[in-house]
Protein backbone atom coordinates (compact mmCIF):
# COMPACT_ATOMS: atom_id res chain seq x y z
CA UNK A 1 0.00 0.00 0.00
CA UNK A 2 2.94 2.00 0.28
CA UNK A 3 3.41 2.25 -3.00
CA UNK A 4 0.20 3.18 -4.60
CA UNK A 5 1.06 6.87 -5.15
CA UNK A 6 4.26 5.47 -7.14
CA UNK A 7 1.75 2.97 -9.10
CA UNK A 8 -0.58 5.65 -9.76
CA UNK A 9 1.83 7.80 -11.19
CA UNK A 10 3.35 5.15 -13.82
CA UNK A 11 -0.15 4.27 -14.45
CA UNK A 12 -0.73 7.79 -16.12
CA UNK A 13 2.58 7.61 -17.52
CA UNK A 14 1.60 4.42 -19.36
CA UNK A 15 -2.04 5.45 -20.39
CA UNK A 16 -0.91 8.47 -21.99
CA UNK A 17 1.42 6.51 -24.03
CA UNK A 18 -0.93 4.37 -25.11
CA UNK A 19 -2.91 7.33 -25.78
CA UNK A 20 -0.20 8.52 -28.29
CA UNK A 21 -0.16 5.01 -29.95
CA UNK A 22 -3.71 5.10 -30.01
CA UNK A 23 -4.75 8.20 -31.30
CA UNK A 24 -6.59 9.29 -34.56
CA UNK A 25 -6.40 12.95 -34.28
CA UNK A 26 -2.89 14.93 -33.51
CA UNK A 27 -5.11 16.75 -30.90
CA UNK A 28 -6.25 13.99 -28.97
CA UNK A 29 -2.59 12.80 -29.28
CA UNK A 30 -1.42 16.25 -27.58
CA UNK A 31 -4.18 15.65 -24.84
CA UNK A 32 -2.56 12.22 -23.98
CA UNK A 33 0.94 13.62 -24.02
CA UNK A 34 -0.71 16.14 -21.22
CA UNK A 35 -1.88 13.18 -19.42
CA UNK A 36 1.68 11.43 -19.36
CA UNK A 37 3.55 14.54 -18.19
CA UNK A 38 1.13 14.80 -15.54
CA UNK A 39 2.29 11.41 -14.02
CA UNK A 40 5.39 12.99 -13.66
CA UNK A 41 4.28 15.47 -11.80
CA UNK A 42 2.69 12.81 -8.90
CA UNK A 43 5.93 11.21 -9.46
CA UNK A 44 8.25 14.03 -7.98
CA UNK A 45 5.35 14.95 -5.58
CA UNK A 46 4.39 11.46 -4.23
CA UNK A 47 9.06 11.28 -3.76
CA UNK A 48 9.09 14.52 -1.47
CA UNK A 49 6.34 13.73 0.44
CA UNK A 50 6.10 13.12 4.72
CA UNK A 51 3.34 11.92 6.39
CA UNK A 52 2.20 14.54 9.10
CA UNK A 53 4.42 17.08 7.50
CA UNK A 54 2.97 20.54 6.35
CA UNK A 55 3.60 22.89 3.24
CA UNK A 56 6.93 24.62 2.96
CA UNK A 57 5.41 27.86 3.88
CA UNK A 58 6.32 29.73 6.75
CA UNK A 59 4.73 32.06 8.57
CA UNK A 60 3.34 33.38 11.86
CA UNK A 61 1.19 29.87 12.70
CA UNK A 62 4.10 27.67 11.43
CA UNK A 63 7.50 28.10 12.86
CA UNK A 64 10.46 26.95 11.06
CA UNK A 65 11.24 24.46 13.18
CA UNK A 66 8.14 22.35 12.05
CA UNK A 67 8.41 19.40 9.65
CA UNK A 68 7.60 20.46 6.06
CA UNK A 69 7.76 18.20 2.90
CA UNK A 70 10.24 18.62 0.56
CA UNK A 71 10.15 21.95 -1.05
CA UNK A 72 12.94 21.32 -3.94
CA UNK A 73 10.84 18.93 -5.90
CA UNK A 74 7.71 20.99 -5.69
CA UNK A 75 9.43 24.27 -7.03
CA UNK A 76 10.61 21.45 -10.16
CA UNK A 77 6.95 20.74 -10.56
CA UNK A 78 5.59 24.35 -10.61
CA UNK A 79 7.67 25.64 -13.32
CA UNK A 80 7.53 23.03 -15.37
CA UNK A 81 3.70 22.84 -15.47
CA UNK A 82 3.88 26.59 -16.78
CA UNK A 83 6.21 25.80 -18.75
CA UNK A 84 4.68 22.61 -20.44
CA UNK A 85 1.61 24.25 -20.89
CA UNK A 86 3.39 26.99 -23.55
CA UNK A 87 4.60 23.59 -25.38
CA UNK A 88 1.48 22.21 -25.66
CA UNK A 89 0.29 25.42 -27.22
CA UNK A 90 2.95 24.86 -29.65
CA UNK A 91 2.16 21.57 -30.21
CA UNK A 92 -1.58 22.72 -30.85
CA UNK A 93 -0.26 25.35 -33.13
CA UNK A 94 1.14 22.81 -35.27
CA UNK A 95 -1.49 20.34 -35.65
CA UNK A 96 -3.37 23.20 -36.83
CA UNK A 97 -0.89 24.18 -39.01
CA UNK A 98 -0.44 20.58 -40.80
CA UNK A 99 -4.31 20.51 -40.89
CA UNK A 100 -3.58 24.10 -43.38
CA UNK A 101 -1.35 22.12 -45.47
CA UNK A 102 -2.37 18.56 -45.52
CA UNK A 103 -5.99 19.22 -45.22
CA UNK A 104 -6.47 16.12 -42.40
CA UNK A 105 -4.87 15.60 -38.66
CA UNK A 106 -4.92 11.62 -38.77
CA UNK A 107 -1.65 10.46 -38.05
CA UNK A 108 -1.85 7.30 -40.23
CA UNK A 109 -2.26 9.62 -43.02
CA UNK A 110 0.26 11.78 -42.97
CA UNK A 111 2.98 9.36 -44.30
CA UNK A 112 5.97 9.95 -46.02
CA UNK A 113 7.62 13.66 -46.49
CA UNK A 114 5.46 14.90 -49.47
CA UNK A 115 7.59 17.06 -51.80
CA UNK B 1 -1.83 6.84 4.19
CA UNK B 2 -4.55 8.16 4.70
CA UNK B 3 -8.35 7.86 3.12
CA UNK B 4 -8.01 11.72 1.33
CA UNK B 5 -5.00 10.56 -0.05
CA UNK B 6 -5.54 7.07 -1.43
CA UNK B 7 -9.06 8.58 -2.47
CA UNK B 8 -7.37 11.50 -4.52
CA UNK B 9 -5.31 9.07 -6.32
CA UNK B 10 -7.58 6.94 -7.16
CA UNK B 11 -9.69 9.78 -8.67
CA UNK B 12 -6.73 10.88 -10.85
CA UNK B 13 -6.02 7.50 -12.09
CA UNK B 14 -9.48 7.05 -13.18
CA UNK B 15 -10.04 10.57 -14.33
CA UNK B 16 -6.66 10.20 -16.42
CA UNK B 17 -7.93 7.11 -18.40
CA UNK B 18 -10.80 8.74 -19.30
CA UNK B 19 -9.14 11.98 -20.76
CA UNK B 20 -7.38 9.10 -23.04
CA UNK B 21 -10.47 7.01 -23.54
CA UNK B 22 -12.31 10.19 -24.92
CA UNK B 23 -11.77 9.87 -28.52
CA UNK B 24 -13.26 13.07 -29.60
CA UNK B 25 -10.87 15.72 -29.09
CA UNK B 26 -13.88 18.56 -28.04
CA UNK B 27 -15.12 16.39 -25.43
CA UNK B 28 -11.57 15.58 -24.34
CA UNK B 29 -11.21 19.26 -23.44
CA UNK B 30 -13.80 19.29 -21.18
CA UNK B 31 -12.78 15.70 -19.65
CA UNK B 32 -8.98 17.90 -19.15
CA UNK B 33 -10.79 20.64 -17.55
CA UNK B 34 -12.07 18.18 -14.67
CA UNK B 35 -8.82 16.09 -14.59
CA UNK B 36 -6.86 19.57 -13.97
CA UNK B 37 -9.51 19.96 -11.17
CA UNK B 38 -8.37 16.13 -9.53
CA UNK B 39 -4.92 17.24 -9.78
CA UNK B 40 -5.39 20.42 -8.26
CA UNK B 41 -6.70 18.03 -5.12
CA UNK B 42 -4.19 16.00 -5.03
CA UNK B 43 -1.84 18.77 -5.17
CA UNK B 44 -3.16 19.80 -1.93
CA UNK B 45 -3.82 16.63 -0.83
CA UNK B 46 0.65 15.96 -0.82
CA UNK B 47 0.84 19.43 1.25
CA UNK B 48 1.84 21.33 -2.00
CA UNK B 49 -0.30 24.79 -2.38
CA UNK B 50 2.60 26.47 -5.09
CA UNK B 51 1.64 23.81 -7.52
CA UNK B 52 -1.63 23.27 -7.02
CA UNK B 53 -2.16 26.57 -7.49
CA UNK B 54 -0.37 27.03 -11.21
CA UNK B 55 -1.88 23.34 -11.79
CA UNK B 56 -5.61 25.37 -11.29
CA UNK B 57 -4.82 28.16 -13.26
CA UNK B 58 -2.96 26.20 -16.22
CA UNK B 59 -5.04 23.21 -16.76
CA UNK B 60 -8.46 24.09 -15.47
CA UNK B 61 -8.31 27.70 -17.60
CA UNK B 62 -5.45 27.91 -20.47
CA UNK B 63 -4.64 24.69 -22.17
CA UNK B 64 -8.51 23.64 -22.43
CA UNK B 65 -9.54 26.59 -23.96
CA UNK B 66 -6.28 26.51 -26.30
CA UNK B 67 -7.20 23.14 -27.02
CA UNK B 68 -10.91 23.94 -27.95
CA UNK B 69 -10.03 26.97 -30.25
CA UNK B 70 -7.21 24.27 -31.95
CA UNK B 71 -10.11 22.10 -32.83
CA UNK B 72 -12.43 25.05 -34.21
CA UNK B 73 -9.81 25.79 -35.95
CA UNK B 74 -9.19 22.69 -37.63
CA UNK B 75 -12.87 21.60 -38.49
CA UNK B 76 -13.33 25.28 -39.60
CA UNK B 77 -11.18 23.92 -42.59
CA UNK B 78 -12.81 20.68 -42.91
CA UNK B 79 -15.93 22.01 -43.19
CA UNK B 80 -17.98 23.37 -46.20
CA UNK B 81 -16.42 26.84 -47.54
CA UNK B 82 -19.17 29.14 -46.60
CA UNK B 83 -20.32 27.56 -43.56
CA UNK B 84 -17.50 29.40 -42.07
CA UNK B 85 -19.03 32.66 -42.40
CA UNK B 86 -22.08 31.70 -40.30
CA UNK B 87 -20.57 29.68 -37.55
CA UNK B 88 -17.67 31.77 -36.74
CA UNK B 89 -18.15 35.19 -34.85
CA UNK B 90 -16.94 37.05 -32.03
CA UNK B 91 -18.94 35.04 -29.65
CA UNK B 92 -17.11 32.16 -27.63
CA UNK B 93 -18.42 29.07 -26.97
CA UNK B 94 -21.88 28.40 -28.95
CA UNK B 95 -20.57 25.73 -31.21
CA UNK B 96 -23.25 25.69 -34.20
CA UNK B 97 -26.81 27.04 -32.68
CA UNK B 98 -26.97 30.32 -31.60
CA UNK B 99 -29.53 29.35 -28.77
CA UNK B 100 -30.87 32.45 -27.61
CA UNK B 101 -29.67 31.62 -23.93
CA UNK B 102 -31.74 32.30 -21.13
CA UNK B 103 -35.35 31.19 -21.12
CA UNK B 104 -36.93 32.25 -17.64
CA UNK C 1 3.43 -1.20 -39.58
CA UNK C 2 -0.49 -2.49 -39.17
CA UNK C 3 -2.09 -1.52 -36.33
CA UNK C 4 -2.25 -4.49 -34.51
CA UNK C 5 1.99 -4.60 -35.19
CA UNK C 6 2.19 -1.33 -33.56
CA UNK C 7 0.19 -1.87 -30.48
CA UNK C 8 2.31 -5.38 -29.86
CA UNK C 9 5.47 -3.46 -29.91
CA UNK C 10 3.82 -0.94 -27.53
CA UNK C 11 2.51 -3.94 -25.22
CA UNK C 12 6.14 -5.19 -25.02
CA UNK C 13 7.60 -2.07 -24.38
CA UNK C 14 5.25 -1.43 -21.97
CA UNK C 15 5.33 -4.23 -19.68
CA UNK C 16 9.26 -4.30 -19.80
CA UNK C 17 8.90 -0.15 -18.71
CA UNK C 18 6.46 -1.53 -15.93
CA UNK C 19 8.50 -4.40 -14.67
CA UNK C 20 11.75 -1.37 -14.46
CA UNK C 21 9.17 0.80 -12.57
CA UNK C 22 8.09 -1.97 -9.93
CA UNK C 23 11.65 -2.85 -9.19
CA UNK C 24 12.13 0.51 -8.31
CA UNK C 25 9.20 1.39 -6.66
CA UNK C 26 10.08 -1.68 -3.97
CA UNK C 27 13.50 -0.32 -3.39
CA UNK C 28 12.54 3.30 -3.00
CA UNK C 29 11.81 4.76 0.55
CA UNK C 30 8.70 4.48 1.43
CA UNK C 31 6.31 7.03 0.71
CA UNK C 32 6.15 9.44 3.23
CA UNK C 33 9.10 8.50 4.73
CA UNK C 34 11.05 11.15 7.44
CA UNK C 35 14.32 10.99 4.98
CA UNK C 36 14.40 14.16 2.88
CA UNK C 37 18.23 15.25 2.42
CA UNK C 38 17.38 18.16 -0.03
CA UNK C 39 14.22 19.47 2.13
CA UNK C 40 16.90 19.86 5.24
CA UNK C 41 19.23 21.88 3.43
CA UNK C 42 16.86 24.16 1.70
CA UNK C 43 14.53 25.04 4.42
CA UNK C 44 18.13 26.18 6.27
CA UNK C 45 19.06 27.90 3.40
CA UNK C 46 15.45 29.78 2.71
CA UNK C 47 14.90 31.09 6.29
CA UNK C 48 18.71 31.79 6.22
CA UNK C 49 17.92 34.08 3.36
CA UNK C 50 14.84 35.64 5.21
CA UNK C 51 12.11 33.87 2.89
CA UNK C 52 9.01 32.59 4.52
CA UNK C 53 8.02 31.16 1.24
CA UNK C 54 10.55 27.97 0.48
CA UNK C 55 9.44 26.78 -2.76
CA UNK C 56 10.03 30.50 -3.90
CA UNK C 57 13.20 30.54 -2.54
CA UNK C 58 14.38 27.20 -4.45
CA UNK C 59 13.09 28.76 -7.93
CA UNK C 60 14.60 31.96 -7.77
CA UNK C 61 17.04 32.14 -5.33
CA UNK C 62 19.21 28.59 -4.67
CA UNK C 63 18.53 27.40 -8.04
CA UNK C 64 17.43 30.36 -10.05
CA UNK C 65 19.53 29.22 -12.79
CA UNK C 66 17.32 26.52 -13.26
CA UNK C 67 14.15 29.22 -13.34
CA UNK C 68 16.24 30.93 -15.85
CA UNK C 69 16.32 28.31 -18.49
CA UNK C 70 12.38 27.32 -17.91
CA UNK C 71 11.59 31.19 -18.72
CA UNK C 72 13.71 30.92 -21.83
CA UNK C 73 11.77 27.99 -22.54
CA UNK C 74 8.20 29.61 -22.58
CA UNK C 75 9.69 32.59 -24.92
CA UNK C 76 11.10 30.18 -27.18
CA UNK C 77 7.25 28.45 -27.40
CA UNK C 78 5.27 31.59 -27.67
CA UNK C 79 7.45 33.03 -30.65
CA UNK C 80 6.96 29.27 -32.35
CA UNK C 81 3.57 29.55 -32.09
CA UNK C 82 3.06 33.09 -32.96
CA UNK C 83 5.02 32.43 -36.31
CA UNK C 84 3.10 29.11 -36.81
CA UNK C 85 -0.09 30.50 -36.73
CA UNK C 86 0.71 33.80 -38.37
CA UNK C 87 -1.74 34.12 -41.96
CA UNK C 88 -0.42 32.73 -44.42
CA UNK C 89 -0.40 34.14 -48.46
CA UNK C 90 -3.53 32.16 -48.72
CA UNK C 91 -5.44 33.46 -45.95
CA UNK C 92 -7.10 36.86 -45.06
CA UNK C 93 -8.33 38.75 -42.31
CA UNK C 94 -12.45 38.76 -41.98
CA UNK C 95 -13.33 41.77 -40.04
CA UNK C 96 -15.43 39.64 -36.80
CA UNK C 97 -18.90 39.63 -36.47
CA UNK C 98 -21.16 41.30 -33.64
CA UNK C 99 -21.23 39.12 -30.71
CA UNK C 100 -24.38 37.09 -30.53
CA UNK C 101 -27.09 37.43 -27.38
CA UNK C 102 -24.99 37.54 -24.03
CA UNK C 103 -27.05 36.61 -21.31
CA UNK C 104 -26.93 40.08 -18.53
CA UNK C 105 -25.86 37.63 -15.95
CA UNK C 106 -22.83 36.99 -17.73
CA UNK C 107 -22.14 40.52 -18.58
CA UNK C 108 -22.30 41.80 -14.69
CA UNK C 109 -20.09 39.05 -13.59
CA UNK C 110 -17.65 39.24 -16.30
CA UNK C 111 -17.31 42.91 -15.71
CA UNK C 112 -17.69 42.95 -12.20
CA UNK C 113 -14.98 39.88 -11.83
CA UNK C 114 -12.51 41.41 -14.35
CA UNK C 115 -10.97 44.28 -11.99
CA UNK C 116 -11.56 41.40 -8.93
CA UNK C 117 -8.99 39.02 -10.86
CA UNK C 118 -6.74 41.46 -12.16
CA UNK C 119 -5.83 42.79 -8.56
CA UNK C 120 -5.91 39.00 -7.34
CA UNK C 121 -3.35 37.96 -9.69
CA UNK C 122 -1.15 41.29 -9.07
CA UNK C 123 -1.46 40.25 -5.34
CA UNK C 124 -0.46 36.22 -5.92
CA UNK C 125 2.19 37.98 -7.62
CA UNK C 126 3.58 40.51 -5.29
CA UNK C 127 3.49 38.18 -2.04
CA UNK C 128 5.32 35.08 -3.60
CA UNK C 129 8.10 34.81 -1.27
CA UNK C 130 5.35 35.29 1.48
CA UNK C 131 2.82 33.41 1.00
CA UNK C 132 2.32 30.29 -1.84
CA UNK C 133 2.47 32.00 -5.65
CA UNK C 134 4.77 33.94 -6.92
CA UNK C 135 5.25 35.29 -10.57
CA UNK C 136 4.50 31.66 -12.12
CA UNK C 137 1.10 31.16 -10.19
CA UNK C 138 -0.09 35.19 -10.89
CA UNK C 139 1.25 35.49 -14.04
CA UNK C 140 -1.45 32.95 -15.04
CA UNK C 141 -4.05 34.34 -13.25
CA UNK C 142 -3.33 37.92 -15.06
CA UNK C 143 -3.63 36.50 -18.64
CA UNK C 144 -7.16 34.24 -17.79
CA UNK C 145 -8.81 37.26 -15.59
CA UNK C 146 -7.53 39.34 -18.70
CA UNK C 147 -9.90 37.38 -20.92
CA UNK C 148 -13.24 38.06 -18.76
CA UNK C 149 -13.30 40.84 -20.93
CA UNK C 150 -13.62 38.35 -23.90
CA UNK C 151 -16.43 36.60 -22.38
CA UNK C 152 -18.40 39.22 -21.09
CA UNK C 153 -17.65 41.93 -23.85
CA UNK C 154 -16.90 41.01 -27.63
CA UNK C 155 -13.68 40.33 -29.55
CA UNK C 156 -13.61 43.74 -30.59
CA UNK C 157 -13.52 45.16 -26.97
CA UNK C 158 -10.99 42.44 -26.37
CA UNK C 159 -8.79 43.91 -29.31
CA UNK C 160 -8.53 47.32 -28.09
CA UNK C 161 -7.45 46.60 -24.62
CA UNK C 162 -4.94 44.46 -25.63
CA UNK C 163 -2.43 46.42 -28.21
CA UNK C 164 -0.69 42.88 -29.12
CA UNK C 165 2.80 44.55 -29.80
CA UNK C 166 2.59 46.09 -26.30
CA UNK C 167 2.14 42.40 -24.60
CA UNK C 168 5.01 41.23 -27.27
CA UNK C 169 7.72 43.56 -25.77
CA UNK C 170 6.33 43.41 -22.01
CA UNK C 171 7.18 39.48 -22.57
CA UNK C 172 10.51 40.23 -23.94
CA UNK C 173 11.04 42.73 -20.80
CA UNK C 174 10.61 40.45 -18.35
CA UNK C 175 12.69 37.87 -19.91
CA UNK C 176 15.08 40.34 -19.99
CA UNK C 177 14.68 41.65 -16.56
CA UNK C 178 15.90 38.19 -15.23
CA UNK C 179 18.79 38.11 -16.94
CA UNK C 180 19.47 42.06 -16.41
CA UNK C 181 19.15 40.95 -12.28
CA UNK C 182 21.23 37.84 -12.84
CA UNK C 183 24.54 40.08 -14.39
CA UNK C 184 23.80 42.49 -12.06
CA UNK C 185 24.51 40.18 -8.83
CA UNK C 186 27.83 39.40 -10.75
CA UNK C 187 28.35 43.41 -10.54
CA UNK C 188 27.16 43.78 -7.36
CA UNK C 189 28.22 40.05 -5.63
CA UNK C 190 30.06 37.12 -6.04
CA UNK C 191 27.70 34.93 -8.75
CA UNK C 192 25.02 34.94 -11.59
CA UNK C 193 22.11 35.58 -9.67
CA UNK C 194 23.04 36.24 -6.80
CA UNK C 195 20.58 37.37 -3.99
CA UNK C 196 22.18 40.86 -3.07
CA UNK C 197 19.20 43.10 -2.10
CA UNK C 198 18.70 43.88 1.26
CA UNK C 199 16.97 40.68 3.01
CA UNK C 200 14.58 42.24 5.27
CA UNK C 201 12.87 40.49 7.82
CA UNK C 202 10.90 37.13 7.80
CA UNK C 203 7.33 37.22 6.38
CA UNK C 204 7.45 41.08 5.34
CA UNK C 205 6.36 42.00 2.03
CA UNK C 206 9.93 43.24 1.00
CA UNK C 207 11.93 40.32 2.44
CA UNK C 208 14.08 37.86 0.46
CA UNK C 209 16.14 40.51 -1.68
CA UNK C 210 15.89 39.82 -5.19
CA UNK C 211 13.25 37.03 -4.81
CA UNK C 212 10.54 40.05 -4.80
CA UNK C 213 12.17 41.67 -8.08
CA UNK C 214 12.23 37.97 -9.31
CA UNK C 215 8.76 37.75 -9.15
CA UNK C 216 7.49 40.69 -10.63
CA UNK C 217 9.64 39.95 -13.97
CA UNK C 218 8.72 36.09 -14.13
CA UNK C 219 5.13 37.55 -13.63
CA UNK C 220 5.34 40.01 -16.29
CA UNK C 221 7.14 37.77 -19.09
CA UNK C 222 3.98 34.50 -17.63
CA UNK C 223 1.18 37.12 -18.10
CA UNK C 224 2.23 38.55 -21.08
CA UNK C 225 2.85 35.23 -23.11
CA UNK C 226 0.31 33.69 -22.10
CA UNK C 227 -1.97 36.59 -23.57
CA UNK C 228 0.02 36.64 -26.46
CA UNK C 229 -0.24 32.85 -26.75
CA UNK C 230 -4.10 33.13 -26.44
CA UNK C 231 -4.32 35.72 -28.42
CA UNK C 232 -3.07 34.19 -31.59
CA UNK C 233 -5.07 31.30 -31.18
CA UNK C 234 -8.49 33.39 -31.09
CA UNK C 235 -7.31 35.27 -34.12
CA UNK C 236 -6.52 31.98 -36.11
CA UNK C 237 -10.22 30.90 -35.05
CA UNK C 238 -12.67 34.18 -35.28
CA UNK C 239 -10.46 36.42 -38.30
CA UNK C 240 -8.69 34.57 -40.16
CA UNK C 241 -9.97 32.36 -43.39
CA UNK C 242 -9.02 31.44 -46.51
CA UNK C 243 -9.07 33.79 -49.44
CA UNK C 244 -11.62 31.08 -51.34
CA UNK C 245 -14.16 30.98 -48.72
CA UNK C 246 -14.34 35.03 -48.42
CA UNK C 247 -15.04 35.30 -51.75
CA UNK C 248 -18.41 33.71 -51.51
Known amino acids: MTVYAYFVAAWLMLVGAYGIVRSRNLVHAVVSLAVCQSGTYVLLLAVGYQHGALAPVFGSTIKPSRHVVDPVVQAMTLTDIVVSATVTALLLALAVQVSKRQGTVDPDELTALKG | MTVLLASALSLVAIVGTAVVATSQPERQAVTLSFYGLTLTVLFLALQAPDVALSQLGVGAAIVPLMVMLAIRSIEARHSQPGSRQESGDGEPGQPDEQSGGGQP | ?248
Open chain 3, 1 to 248: MSHRGRLLVFFIGAGCVAAMFAVAFFRMPAFGGTMHLYRDLAVRAAVAHQTANVVSSVDFDQRGMDTFGEEAILLASVVGAAVLLRPSDEEAELRPKRPGRILPSTKLLGYALLPVTLLIGLDVVLHGQVTPGGGFQGGVVIATGLHLLYVAGSYPALDRVRPLAAFDIGEAVGGAAFGGLGIAGIVAATSFLANFLPRGSFGQLTSAGTVFVLNGAVGLEVGCGMVVLIAHFLRQDIIIAAKAEQAQ
